[in-house]
Antibody, heavy 117, light 106 residues
Framework: EVQLVESGGGLVQPGGSLRLSCAAS????????MHWVRQATGKGLEWVSA???????YYPGSVKGRFTISRENAKNSLYLQMNSLRAGDTAVYYC???????????WGKGTTVTVSS | DIQMTQSPSTLSASVGDRVTITCRAS??????LAWYQQKPGKAPKLLIY???SLESGVPSRFSGSGSGTEFTLTISSLQPDDFATYYC????????FGQGTKVEIK
């Protein structure tokens, strides 16, 4: 069974850093593009970052230069390093599997990040 | 950046109704569009990909159509389990979600 399990969320002060992890199982992790998507309370979904099978990375303007996505195929793990955090980054962060030419066919349950003093 | 606009934002309907949600892209995205269903406190679930392909395990009452800049998600006969929020997403150029459409009980 395909599983994605996020961890690493928590409370952090504005300007601080946090590293999220996503543990993947039940599929050949190295063969899939992977993404992070976030959702603030009561708001819609926002794509945060993507990493291809070759390690190519992509970001929207809202997080470019502050967030870094990475993967460690030997550990079946996806990461999101978040620096210079702002109150607007407060959200549930989901890890999602994104096969080429398809949507996100598997999602984790999410981890909550709260940026507040 | 490609913007995605869904309409309506909220839709009130009854069990058995035929429901249609529209998603418009700010520029052509060919057929690179997905639809998701999300229930409160849960992760989204993929319903449709490539504009009209039904994800495995998704009931056939869900269908998608369109190409270019205009797309629709149709639920042929609304069931109690379908009351949720629906999002479109383009993946032609990076990835962008629509703002969501909440389907509520009339």
């Amino acid at each position: 069974e395909v599983q994605l399990v996020e961890s690493g969320g928590g409370l952090v002060q504005p300007g601080g850093s946090l590293r999220l992890s996503c543990a993947a199982s039940g599929f050949t992790f190295s063969s899939y593009d992977m993404h992070w998507v976030r959702q603030a309370t009561g708001k819609g979904l926002e794509w945060v970052s993507a990493i291809g099978t070759a390690g190519d990375t992509y970001y929207p303007g809202s997080v470019k230069g502050r967030f870094t996505i990475s993967r460690e195929n030997a550990k079946n793990s996806l990461y999101l390093q978040m620096n210079s955090l702002r109150a607007g980054d407060t959200a549930v962060y989901y890890c999602a599997r994104g096969p080429l030419y398809s949507g996100y066919d598997r999602w984790g349950k999410g981890t909550t990040v709260t940026v507040s003093s | 950046d490609i913007q995605m606009t869904q309409s309506p934002s909220t839709l009130s309907a009854s069990v058995g109704d035929r429901v249609t949600i529209t998603c418009r892209a700010s520029q052509s995205i060919s057929s690179w569009l997905a639809w998701y269903q999300q229930k409160p406190g849960k992760a989204p679930k993929l319903l449709i990909y490539k504009a009209s392909s039904l994800e495995s395990g998704v009931p056939s009452r869900f269908s998608g159509s369109g190409s270019g800049t205009e797309f629709t998600l149709t639920i042929s006969s609304l069931q109690p389990d379908d009351f949720a929020t629906y999002y479109c997403q383009q993946y032609n150029s990076l990835w962008t979600f629509g703002q969501g459409t909440k389907v509520e009980i009339k």
